[in-house]
């Protein structure tokens, strides 16, 4: 897996049990792959975004990027929420969608900056 890769990511109703049964019952939702390479080739978890249906966010804030489907693979328009990342173990993520392109990586990297104040006029 890579950065900028989008995946279906079962989030499950039994987050503190990765593995169990219950985990494969719950909701799914495409997320896009934050973490850097060379960590995703050896950590068991990886760090995403949660992608949800443009539809569901009635304003944007500054650390939400739009996606015009189909970037990414998505079969609807979407927004990435940076202010919603979370660190999920690898077994949670299923069939990848698609790649998000280079500019869109570029907006993800500037409203990770926002998000987490990694700049001084954030």
């Known amino acids: 897996m890579k950065r900028g890769e989008v995946y279906v990511v079962h989030v499950g109703r039994g987050a ?13 939702v495409p997320a896009v792959v934050l973490t850097r390479d060379a960590i995703n080739d050896h950590s068991a978890t990886v760090v995403v975004a949660p992608i949800v249906t443009a539809g569901s966010v009635p304003r944007l804030y500054p650390s939400d990027i739009r996606v015009y489907a189909p970037a990414g693979g998505l079969a609807v328009d979407g927004v990435i929420l940076t202010a919603q990342v979370r660190s999920v173990p690898r077994t949670r993520l299923g069939r990848r969608l698609g790649v998000l392109d280079a500019v869109l990586i570029g907006q993800v990297d500037r409203a990770l900056r926002i998000t987490f104040a990694l700049d001084d006029n954030a």
Not at 16 to 28: L, T
């Open 16 to 28: 503190d049990a990765p593995g169990s049964q219950q985990d494969a019952e719950g909701p799914s």
